[in-house]
């Protein structure tokens, strides 16, 4: 794997608090090949905790791959199925929290957590701590028509959950989520701090994914962090560029689009410093 990281100085407003350290694991993902995928991912979250991360975000549908959607219904999954376990697991093991990014949810065969739909597959991510407890769930709330076929075959999440981490208010979304930033604000309300974004994004679209993302953190003022995958698929290559901005959208860390490890630490006191020095959220009038 390799690293990158760019920084910068988003304004005078800095933290002093006890700041965590964010892994955003830009794993290469083959289409259909899920054992591979997933050993890349338990990979990913070992050396994570050896440099030191707190938490590790994994991609959108690291494990099947977005664009295979032929094989979705064959890799679907019950929440409590092999691949969560295996990260539920390798947090504990490791000593960090993961997301995980996201899989393809068997809803029918589900029976530890509340489903939106009672059958049909859904985008699903889930966040363990530490400890391995599981602490938020996410569906992906909307899907891409695009010239994809996942609203087709997928079921909307409804969810939209918070969790403290490393005493970070963090919240989850998925990539096609960025284009719609009434959701980032019921975030914001909720107490966001660091939001993570898994995601399956393709070129040619380089600007959509680094404005959009930026945007999301200077109009929220809060880390958002795109955590992308990379690969080749028949239809489609994912561009990576996983990145970290922070409150004042400036990147503090991102990556090429070949496989990377991108890590940077996020503090709760720059967010809060940054809202004092700034505090545009004050005059919302919607």
Known sequence: MTLETAGG??????GDGDALMLALAQIHVEAGEVEANVERALAAVSRAADRGADLVALPE?????????DRYADNAEPFDGETFTGLRE??????????????VED?????????????????????????????LVYRKHHLFGYESAE????????????????????????????RFPELYRRLVDDGVELILVPSAWPYPRIEHWTT????????????????????DFEDATLLGRSSVYDP??????????????????????TVAAVRAEFPALQDRRL
Request: proline share 2%.
């Open 9 to 14: 100085d988003g304004g005078d407003a800095s």
């Open 61 to 69: 549908l690291f494990n099947v791959g977005y664009f295979a959607f």
């Open 90 to 103: 390798a947090a504990a093991e490791h000593d960090i929290a993961v997301l995980a990014g996201s899989i």
């Open 107 to 135: 809803l029918a065969a589900t029976e530890t957590v509340d489903t939106p739909a009672d059958e049909g597959l859904a985008n699903t991510a889930a966040l363990f701590d530490a400890a391995g407890d599981l602490r």
């Open 151 to 178: 609203s087709e075959l997928l079921v909307p999440g409804e969810r939209l959950e918070t969790a403290t981490i490393g005493g970070l208010t963090v919240g989850v979304t998925t990539c096609y989520d960025l």
């Open 212 to 231: 959009l993302s930026q945007a999301r953190a200077i109009e929220n003022q809060a880390y958002v962090a795109t955590i992308n995958g990379a690969g």
């Open 248 to 269: 004042w959208g400036v990147s503090l860390a991102s990556s090429g689009d070949e496989s990377a490890l991108v890590t940077t630490e996020v503090d709760p006191a």
